[in-house]
């Protein structure tokens, strides 16, 4: 063989070499974590392993469209992940446990399910002991009937029952109005000398009084993040997602046997007073965190830590409400 | 305008002679190729950040019907890789002589294929699956992995080329334009040919292989089966292999009579007027059926596509054509007026290309510098942002292209009528007709 001939086969040799090794060595050197909308298969992988006080380095990248990046219950910034780039991320853990990862983007229909989880091992420096949620202590039963019998004519105003309160029994504390829905509260000022307004004007205000602007605007924000998708920006359960979520539902139910209703799927109207009037704080802390088994609410109790829960609970009763500015 | 020879120019004349310039540019090619494939296979399935689609469906097809197809004809083919693996195999050498030992099997293809019917099948088998095979990185990867493995599988059973010259999508359209372009490979003087022993550029001599077109370069009239493989300017004894720079179209004046040609140029034809109306016109619905591949949606899509292409447009033109006084068969007519169709459907496509081009050119920075999408930045260009360029000229652009492309089918309508002895006129109707619309779609 010519001395050509065997050089050019040997350029040709290493070269196809390369090109098939090279990008395979270094596509394997570089885990990422794709991210694809929930019914492409969510995160993959969607199971993390980590050690506590050891920096956690993640690369994400999306396969399809923008998703977002946020581990529940820690204190950071969501991330955003975009189409066919990759984004890094440091995580650190001082606490082992499970932790929840979610998208923080409306990726699509099946957004609220694109979730993965964070193994931390290691021993814990300052164990707290697990707390009992309030709607567990109370024993109540989620999924029960809760509507008020009675609604008011209009929107209940704090202002106005700022001053008919002061003298009324209603109990102050703040276990009181976690564990009492607007009407059971309303109830119990039955044997005052109160107009029915009156009566709603004064639930108003004590609903007012056991809430900060803070804790509102808090709620606000992550109503705008989490909930607003589905239950619309103005809590009337028409969100830019709500109709295909109905759809979703009338399809899943026409397979299903068994006579559910197929209105489950359509995202719960806050604005309706006799659903919300009747539930009580504790309850919707226990929906918020537990979801709305088989409804497309998906549970919150991994991602929100319990001040979130009470500050978005607060900020849903002012659609009942109006609160003073 | 005269030929100006251009092999007269002894630097060009040694750089197409020598294997190496030819092989060093082959083995950069192939590897790109590989690399393309590897990307669509396992790099992002984000398509616009990924090198198989940037590089292939926007920078590639760029240069190959912007530049290389109306510029040099068959150019691309001069260096494309996909014959490569299969002919060296099939060689049993990449530069040495040829061995008298055929490696293979070696048969020669059955007479019934020897046309381009096959690739004007494979042509339209990617056409249908277009938006999701130019969109989706693994699926691109996977054909062009099927492309480089059916040459090398074609090239040990059969002799030659075989998938260039009767398989490859693109070399059947790539041939058929390469008629217009200002590039040809003849021969120089007829005689020395009909006198030469051997045919040694047919047959191959211990200089080189016989043509891998399987043309014989001294009956070569026209670009359309040439692949400027300058294998022939190797192996002529006699030096009576040119390479000429002439005027653009010069083969239209020797109208084609094959109806597997014309054909071909009905399926360009209704193929670039099909993508305007779907990929970039404003109609949603026919977009979501060309995506929804395997839908009934799709399937209508499909039919309607090959309905346009292989009923609608050819049947409009028989139409036209009828009545024309003429003693040639009517079957004759068709193919060979259909000529004027070639430029007009190249320019067709550089309207249609131009616009997604442009558009889509910004990817290419990104992609050179991520070319895998895994968080790479070689050049710095890997956060370059998405951004249409020459927009204002765009839209001016792309009627110049229509309205050179119907004068210019206009010009060729005019010759291959004279030709045929009848009149033009319903063609260059036919052509004004065509190209109103791709103007309409387009602008």
Not at chain 1, 106 to 114: I, S, V
Not at chain 2, 144 to 170: D, K, N, Q
Request: charged share 15%; with cysteine.
């Amino acid at each position: 063989m010519k001395r050509a001939e065997l050089i050019s086969r040997i350029l040709i040799v290493v070269g196809i070499l390369l090109a098939v090794g090279a990008p395979l060595f270094f596509w394997a050197r570089t885990p990422l974590i794709h991210a694809r909308m929930a019914e492409d298969g969510g995160w993959n992988p969607d199971v993390i392993q980590a050690e506590v006080g050891k920096p956690l380095h993640l690369k994400f990248t999306s396969d399809d469209v923008v998703h977002g990046f946020a581990v529940g219950q820690m204190d950071m910034q969501s991330v955003d992940i975009l189409p066919g780039k990759v984004t890094d991320i440091t995580l650190n853990f001082d606490e082992p446990g499970i932790y929840t990862f979610f998208c923080t983007r409306w990726c699509g229909l099946n957004h609220w399910r694109m979730r993965g989880t964070i193994e931390v091992s290691g021993s814990s420096s300052d164990p707290e002991p697990a707390t009992v949620p309030l709607y567990v202590s109370l024993k109540l039963d989620l999924d029960a009937p809760h509507d008020a019998p009675v609604v008011p004519n209009g929107k209940p105003l704090a202002i106005s029952g700022q001053s008919l309160e002061t003298n009324l029994p209603i109990d102050q504390s703040a276990e009181y109005y976690r564990s009492h829905s607007p009407y059971e509260v309303f109830e119990s000022l039955q044997n005052t000398p109160l107009t029915d307004g009156q009566r709603w004007n004064a639930v108003a205000y004590f609903w007012q009084s056991n809430t900060t602007s803070e804790s509102l605007a808090n709620g606000r924000q992550l109503y705008a993040q989490n909930c607003a998708a589905c239950h619309g920006e103005n809590g009337a359960g028409n969100g830019v997602f709500a109709d295909d979520l109905v759809q979703a539902g009338e399809a899943s139910m026409q397979s299903m046997s068994g006579a559910m209703n197929m209105m489950m799927q359509a995202p719960v109207d806050f604005t309706d007073p006799r659903r919300m009037l009747g539930a009580s704080p504790a309850l919707l802390q226990g929906k918020i965190l537990r979801g709305g088994m088989g409804t497309g609410m998906p549970m919150w109790g991994s991602i929100f830590t319990e001040q979130q829960i009470w500050d978005l609970t607060a900020y849903i009763y002012s659609f009942q409400f109006e609160y003073e500015k | 305008m005269a030929k100006i020879e251009l092999t007269r120019i002894p630097f060009i004349k040694n750089a197409l002679k020598s294997r190496y310039p030819q092989l060093a540019v082959f083995i950069v090619m192939l590897i790109g190729y590989i690399f393309a494939i590897l990307a669509g296979l396992i790099g992002t399935p984000v398509g616009s950040h990924n090198f198989s689609i940037v590089f292939v469906w926007i920078a590639w097809w760029a240069i190959l019907i912007l530049v290389a197809v109306p510029f040099f004809g068959r150019g691309w083919c001069a260096v494309c890789p996909i014959p490569l693996p299969g002919e060296w195999l099939q060689h049993g050498a990449v530069l040495s002589p040829p061995d008298k030992r055929p490696k293979w099997l070696n048969l020669r293809v059955p007479k019934m294929f020897r046309n381009i019917w096959l690739q004007n099948i494979s042509y339209l088998l990617l056409a249908l699956f277009s938006s999701v095979l130019l969109t989706t990185p693994n699926i691109t990867g996977i054909v062009l992995a099927a492309m480089l493995f059916a040459a090398i599988g074609l090239s040990t059973v059969f002799e030659r080329r075989a998938f260039c010259r009767y398989l490859c999508p693109v070399g059947g359209f790539i041939g058929l334009y390469s008629q217009t372009a200002p590039i040809e490979l003849r021969i120089k003087d007829k005689q020395v040919c009909v006198t030469c022993e051997g045919k040694p550029c047919y047959n191959g001599s211990s200089a080189g292989y016989g043509c891998p077109w399987d043309v014989f370069p001294g009956g070569l009239t026209k670009n359309t089966y040439c692949g400027l493989c300058m294998e022939c300017i190797r192996t002529c004894p006699h030096d009576n292999i040119a390479v000429n720079l002439r005027p653009f179209s010069a083969d239209l004046a020797k109208p084609s009579t094959r109806m597997d040609e014309a054909f071909k140029a009905f399926i360009m034809l209704g193929s670039a007027i099909v993508y305007a109306g779907v990929l970039l016109g404003p109609w949603g619905m026919f977009k979501d059926a060309a995506y929804n591949v395997g839908s009934s949606a799709w399937f209508i899509y499909a039919i309607v596509f090959l309905a346009i292409i292989f009923v609608v447009l050819p049947g409009l033109f028989t139409l036209g054509i009828l009545n024309t006084k003429n003693t040639l068969p009517l079957k004759q007519r068709f193919a060979s007026l259909s000529t004027a169709l070639i430029p007009l459907g190249l320019m067709f496509w550089v309207a249609f290309s131009l616009s997604f081009v442009l558009t889509n050119a910004s990817y290419i920075l990104a992609a050179l510098s991520d070319p895998l999408g895994l968080g790479w930045n070689l050049f710095g260009t890997a956060n370059a942002a998405w951004l249409p360029m020459l927009t204002s000229i765009l839209a001016p652009a792309q009627t110049l292209a229509l309205v050179v492309g119907l004068v210019w089918s206009a010009r060729t309508a005019q010759k291959s009528a004279n030709e045929a002895g009848t009149s033009s006129m319903p063609v260059v109707i036919y052509c004004f007709v065509a190209t109103s619309l791709m103007l309409w779609l387009l602008l």
